[in-house]
């Protein structure tokens, strides 16, 4: 039968939904607290049924409906289902040692979390293990099986199996029970075990297991050793090892017996046949029997010593030093022998690098490269062959003529070092530097990386011929070197600078060549001119000690303070005195300027002439000019006597003149009366006119004449 649901019904259902979603999405949610209850106590015995409840206290909007969601922790770690997370209990059955820990819960409502505060939970008592075992008796090399059972036991334990103080086994699991196969040495072992259960920071152990006695045969496979005829050895003796082991209550085809000098294994099967050698005096020491069946090694050993035959021989070469050319001996020695052989019985070979020389103890020769080597010496005795040392030989090679060198440039009266070297000469060697055969300085050289070098100073170039260098490494022969013969720097004196021509006479247009000359210095040189404004000008480097620069047709710009300096590979420079250049105008503008000056004079003067000219011409025009005799002068005319001459009276009027610069100014005119005699006899119709003279006031005209 299908219910129909009525459209209005359905509506009503949709409206109460949104309405209950709406009431809870809008509850107001607050955790006061969350507690944590551990019953029945915090402290407990195992197998107690223990059980902790999360306690939480909310307030929240009255009829809002709540979801608590409850979470509980061990050490800080999720211990429940979170997917079943509503049930506010978490019980703990039968608790064992391994529940012990750090407890605490959290509450979570609609996404708001809060945590309780942690609590302890301690479980005490671990059961004691039971120990089991396959067997009692076995035999040495077997395995026994051993259970260790701690029933009921949870968590991460480690089980021991141990025989009174010693540790036999120890196993890590997860597991309450353990099996382990164990070897177990000869004798008697009792056997127990106990556990641990790790707790983080603290382990808790368990007491003792059972004891268990198990017995051990012990597999009597340990071998005899002796050595024939006997252990007093001396080399060259024949002596034999055997091992044995008595086998008569035991068949077994697996048994090995090893034979060993120290680390050295000398035979692997000495179950059927013994060891023969002959002794050495480097034979002596332990020598051991092993026997080997299954697991079980059993040993013997015994000490021999071998007595020296003879000593091993060593090598001496004499003398001590030798040079090539020198005579020398090597001699081969013994120091002691037994009593059983003589000196006599002893024979000697000498070997050069293991190519055989001579068959005696002593070997002469004069030194060469061809007697160097490496030197061994073989004695033999009674099948006994010892081989001394080796010795190396090698002749001295007399010291070369000494090459005298320098490091870097010599420069005068500056220091530098002198090097010493022979190409051939065995170490060590003595340099000395001489200088006009005087010893100045001594070093000894004694490893090839090292160098002689002396540090000297010269005053001249020709200083440096009187150093000299001489080596030896012995005292016979002495060498010296050629005199030392390189280039000498010096280093520039201070320049001269010279200006052509003179300073004095420079023109406009001129050519000036400077000139900047030393008195010494080691080409090449390089000169640099600097100009008036202290700007290097010019540079160049000749093989010369002067050089020149032109400056090409000079301007009065070019005037200023001129200098050089000098320098070459001694890195020393030198500055001259300042020369001061002064250009002048050219000729043919000074004549210029004196013609114009001359030309201008001359107008000047022509124009004053023509000016001067040109007011005589006025003063003859001028009408007022005129002479006039007194009335009162006339009766004393006639009064005078006839041989009197006539004295006449002239009136000169001097007009004002024209240049007030020249001539001083008079303000109108003025009247000078002239006295003029006649002389007697003279006619007395005078032309009075002719006798008017015109006279103009000027400092510069002649006086009128009487």
């Known amino acids: 039968m299908q219910v129909k649901i009525q459209p209005s019904l359905r509506m009503g259902t949709i409206l109460l939904l949104f309405l209950f979603t709406s009431e809870e999405a809008c509850a107001e949610i607050f955790i006061k607290s969350v507690k944590l209850f551990i019953q029945p106590r915090n402290e407990v015995q195992r197998s107690t049924n223990v059980s902790l409840k999360c306690q939480a206290e909310a307030s929240h909007t009255a009829g ?329 030989f090698g002749a001295k090679v007399l010291v070369s003529k000494p090459e005298i060198t320098v490091d870097g440039p010599v420069i005068v009266e500056k220091p530098f070092w002198i090097r010493c070297h022979s190409e051939n000469g065995s170490l060590p060697i003595t340099y000395s530097l001489k200088r006009n055969n005087l010893i100045l300085n001594s070093t000894k050289v004694s490893r090839f990386q090292e160098e002689a070098r002396f540090l000297a100073l010269i005053s001249t170039p020709s200083d440096i011929t009187s150093y000299m260098c001489e080596a030896k490494n012995n005292d016979v022969s002495i060498k010296m070197s050629e005199r030392l013969q390189v280039t000498v720097i010096v280093p520039v004196g201070k320049p001269l600078l010279t200006v052509l021509p003179v300073p004095e006479n420079i023109e406009e247009g001129n050519d000036v060549t400077l000139i900047c000359g030393i008195a010494k210095g080691s080409p090449p040189i390089s000169f640099r001119f600097y100009g008036s404004d202290h700007t290097a000008i010019h540079t160049t480097t000749v093989q010369s000690n002067s050089s020149s620069f032109v400056l090409s047709r000079v301007k009065r710009k070019n005037s200023g303070n001129y200098y050089c300096e000098a320098f070459n590979t001694a890195d020393m420079s030198s500055r001259s005195d300042i020369v001061k250049v ?65 004295v006449e009276y002239t009136e000169v009027v001097h007009p004002q003149p024209v240049d007030p610069t020249q001539i001083p100014l008079r303000k109108g005119t003025e009247t000078v009366y002239s006295e003029l005699q006649t002389s007697q006899g003279a006619p007395e119709n005078i032309n009075h006119q002719s006798l008017l003279e015109y006279a103009e006031l000027n400092h510069d005209l002649p006086e009128p004449v009487d």
């Not at 030194?367 to 490496?374: L, V």
């Open 64 to 392: 809002s409906h709540l979801n608590y969601k409850y979470i509980f922790y061990k050490n800080y770690h999720i211990i429940t289902d979170q997917t079943n997370a509503t049930d506010s209990l978490y019980y703990i059955p039968d608790a064992r040692v391994s529940h012990s820990g750090r407890y605490k819960c959290a509450v979570v409502i609609e996404e708001i979390k809060k945590e309780s505060s942690a609590k302890d939970l301690t479980v005490k008592g671990l059961l004691a293990p039971v120990l089991t075992v396959d067997k009692l008796r076995l035999t040495e090399g077997h395995d026994v099986t051993a259970v260790c059972t701690a029933e009921g036991e949870t968590g991460f334990l480690t089980f021991f199996f141990r025989d009174g103080p010693e540790e036999l086994y120890r196993v890590y699991t997860n597991s309450h029970k353990v099996e382990q196969n164990l070897k177990l040495d000869k004798g008697t072992v009792n056997m127990f075990c106990y556990y641990s259960i790790n707790l983080g920071s603290t382990a808790e152990r368990s007491s003792n297991s059972n004891v268990i006695s198990v017995d051990i045969e012990e597999l009597e496979i340990k071998p005899d050793i002796t050595v024939m005829p006997s252990t007093d050895v001396t080399e060259g003796d024949n002596i034999t090892f055997s091992c044995s082991v008595n086998m008569t209550h035991q068949r077994n085809s697996e048994l090995r017996i090893i034979f060993s000098h120290g680390h050295n294994t000398l035979s692997l099967n000495m179950t059927h046949e013994d060891y023969a050698m002959l002794a050495k005096a480097n034979d002596s020491g332990e020598y051991e029997c092993i026997s080997s069946l299954g697991g079980v090694h059993k040993s013997s050993s015994l000490n021999i010593t071998v007595k020296e035959i003879f000593s091993i021989p060593f090598l001496s070469i004499h003398p001590d030093e030798v040079f090539e050319g020198e005579h020398f001996d090597i001699r081969c020695q013994i120091s002691s022998l037994a009593s059983r052989i003589q000196r006599e019985d002893i024979k000697y070979s000498i070997f050069r690098d293991e190519t055989f020389v001579i068959k005696d103890n002593r070997y002469s020769g004069t030194a060469s490269k061809a007697t160097n080597g490496k030197y061994v010496c073989k004695a033999e005795a009674n099948r006994i062959i010892k081989e001394s040392s080796m010795l190396l």
């Open 582 to 646: 002064e250009v002048s105008l050219a000729m043919w503008k000074k004549a210029l300027i004196a013609v114009f000056c001359m030309l201008l004079v001359a107008l000047l003067v022509l124009f004053i002439v023509m000016r001067y000219k040109a007011k005589r011409v006025e003063v003859n025009n001028k009408e007022s000019v005129w002479s006039e005799r007194p009335p009162d002068l006339v009766d004393q005319d006639s009064l005078q006597s006839p041989n009197e001459g006539v």
